[in-house]
């Protein structure tokens, strides 16, 4: 092939190639192809006798391009990449060749200039060192293997695994990461680890692990293979937290659980013990009581006829103490037995009302009974009664004389319904009601006389939700108070 024809199809080929400009000496152009103008979206007419700073991007410092202006005064071609500006202002990058022309006896003719368009490498270049620059700030220890080479070898750590292992990378490049676990390798983590990494798979597991000081942590892994294309497994990347503070912390809350569990339980047995102990020597005294205080000629004067009154009365209010310890005991120990069945809600409350203490008279309390006839509840019939004989003396109790108290009912909806015992009594605060269900804890009523132990209100509550129910309450001071119970409908026709 002759030179000239070999030149002219060299010239033919790269111009199909490359984007090809050429300037006079001072930098003017003089000569751009089609691939040029296609690129950077200007005509031919608008870039021929303008300098190149027409593409300027802005990326590139003043002193880059005085480094290859030199190169080229010095008469040398320079090489490297460019980040340009089309003529709609996105930009695209560019590895250049530049090069002097020189006429025969030397004298400068211009520049030629020819680029490869890279834009969519250096935008993959780019992602990737963003990537790099994630997982080296990452503030979780992140780990790469090669699960294509033997024993799955470590082949990049980030430098929050350094820190938290103790070991530099160019220490640990290349080995398995089974070093982490010396010889405590008998932990049910290792086995998952062991089985995503032969099958593949995710996985997430707590190991214990050894730093290079050889002192212990406990580290929590997240596991993730990576695939080819083909879906052909290549590497692994695990994502492991120092999570030592939260195991040690949950040990000690289990800890601390179970000797509270222990505690409870030996304090209810402890009150179940003391109860049935104290109910045979207190029946013995209330009868005793009832038997000097029944006799119509007794030699008692009324003096002796008040402090026997007194004895009885004091010894009831013992009992009641009792028989709600014990209560207390049983759903604390689980020993409260229920026994579903149909209860008509509306007699039971008249029942419950009259037992509800004496106070109804003695306060002129007046008394409402606005559930419907046949309403039936799904419950223990004698739990509930105890529920209602405790929220209709405490509403007798909390109440000044002449008020009212009325319960009613309502179907909630196809499985539930709504029993409330309303008072127009002291209420509460909110602050009172957000301690209303703990033991013992009177809620200051102790201060104005009023006689309980702070024991009732959990017994109803407990005995409410293990007949299926919740029990809420809605109080204003100086309004008076609403409990209200949802229970299970009784929806059988026997």
């Known amino acids: 092939m002759e030179r000239q024809t070999f030149i002219e199809l060299l010239s033919y080929v790269a111009d199909l190639h490359a984007i090809i400009s050429a300037t006079d000496p001072e930098g003017l152009i003089t000569y751009v192809n089609d691939n040029f103008c296609n690129i950077t979206g200007y005509r031919r007419d608008e870039l021929l006798g303008k300098n190149h700073r027409i593409l300027k991007s802005g990326h590139h410092s003043p002193a880059f391009y005085e480094r290859m202006w030199k190169t080229l005064i010095d008469g040398s071609p320079w090489h490297g990449q460019i980040k340009n500006r089309k003529k709609d202002g996105t930009f695209y990058w560019v590895e250049a060749t530049i090069a002097p022309m020189y006429s025969p006896d030397g004298s400068p003719l211009g520049y030629l200039s020819l680029r490869t368009d890279i834009t969519s490498t250096m935008e993959i270049l780019e992602r990737l060192r963003l990537q790099a620059r994630v997982i080296e700030m990452a503030g979780d220890s992140i780990v790469i293997a090669d699960a294509r080479l033997p024993d799955t070898p470590l082949i990049h750590v980030n430098p929050a695994f350094e820190a938290m292992s103790g070991y530099p990378s160019s220490e640990i490049m290349g080995q398995n990461c089974r070093f982490m676990n010396r010889d405590d390798r008998d932990q049910p983590g290792v086995e998952v680890l062991r089985t995503a990494v032969r099958e593949g798979s995710e996985a997430r597991t707590v190991l214990r692990n050894y730093r290079k000081d050889g002192s212990l942590f406990f580290n929590e892994i997240h596991l993730f293979p990576v695939v080819d294309e083909g879906g052909g497994l290549t590497h692994f990347v695990?994502?492991?937290?120092?999570?030592?503070?939260?195991?040690?912390?949950?040990?000690?809350?289990?800890?601390?659980?179970?000797?509270?569990?222990?505690?409870?339980?030996?304090?209810?047995?402890?009150?179940?013990?003391?109860?049935?102990?104290?109910?045979?020597?207190?029946?013995?005294?209330?009868?005793?009581?009832?038997?000097?205080?029944?006799?119509?000629?007794?030699?008692?004067?009324?003096?002796?006829?008040?402090?026997?009154?007194?004895?009885?009365?004091?010894?009831?209010?013992?009992?009641?103490?009792?028989?709600?310890?014990?209560?207390?005991?049983?759903?604390?120990?689980?020993?409260?037995?229920?026994?579903?069945?149909k209860v008509l809600l509306r007699e039971l409350v008249n029942e419950s009302q009259k037992l509800a203490g004496n106070l109804w008279e003695k306060k002129q309390i007046a008394f409402h009974n606005l559930v419907p006839e046949g309403l039936a509840a799904l419950a223990d019939r004698d739990r509930l009664r105890q529920v209602l004989i405790n929220l209709l003396s405490n509403a007798t109790?909390?109440?000044?004389?002449?008020?009212?108290?009325?319960?009613?009912?309502?179907?909630?909806?196809?499985?539930?319904?709504?029993?409330?015992?309303?008072?127009?009594?002291?209420?509460?605060?909110?602050?009172?009601?957000?301690?209303?269900?703990?033991?013992?804890?009177?809620?200051?009523?102790?201060?104005?006389?009023?006689?309980?132990?702070?024991?009732?209100?959990?017994?109803?509550?407990?005995?409410?939700?293990?007949?299926?129910?919740a029990i809420s309450v809605e109080s204003q001071p100086g309004r008076g108070s609403v409990f209200m119970i949802t229970l299970p409908r009784n929806l059988s026709p026997s």
């Not at 402090?307 to 209010?317: F, R």
């Open 238 to 341: 695990a994502i492991a937290q120092d999570v030592t503070k939260r195991i040690l912390l949950e040990d000690s809350l289990t800890t601390a659980k179970e000797e509270a569990d222990r505690a409870n339980r030996a304090k209810s047995d402890f009150l179940t013990l003391i109860t049935h102990e104290l109910r045979t020597p207190l029946n013995a005294i209330l009868g005793y009581a009832q038997l000097l205080g029944s006799k119509p000629h007794s030699s008692l004067d009324k003096d002796d006829v008040v402090h026997v009154k007194q004895i009885m009365t004091a010894g009831w209010h013992l009992l009641e103490l009792i028989d709600q310890l014990l209560d207390l005991g049983r759903i604390e120990t689980g020993n409260v037995l229920i026994s579903p069945t």
């Open 397 to 469: 109790k909390y109440s000044d004389a002449g008020r009212t108290v009325t319960v009613s009912g309502m179907i909630r909806d196809e499985s539930t319904l709504l029993l409330s015992v309303a008072d127009q009594g002291w209420g509460m605060t909110p602050e009172q009601q957000s301690h209303l269900f703990e033991s013992f804890n009177r809620l200051g009523a102790e201060k104005k006389g009023v006689p309980g132990n702070g024991v009732g209100l959990v017994v109803v509550k407990n005995l409410i939700e293990k007949m299926g129910g």
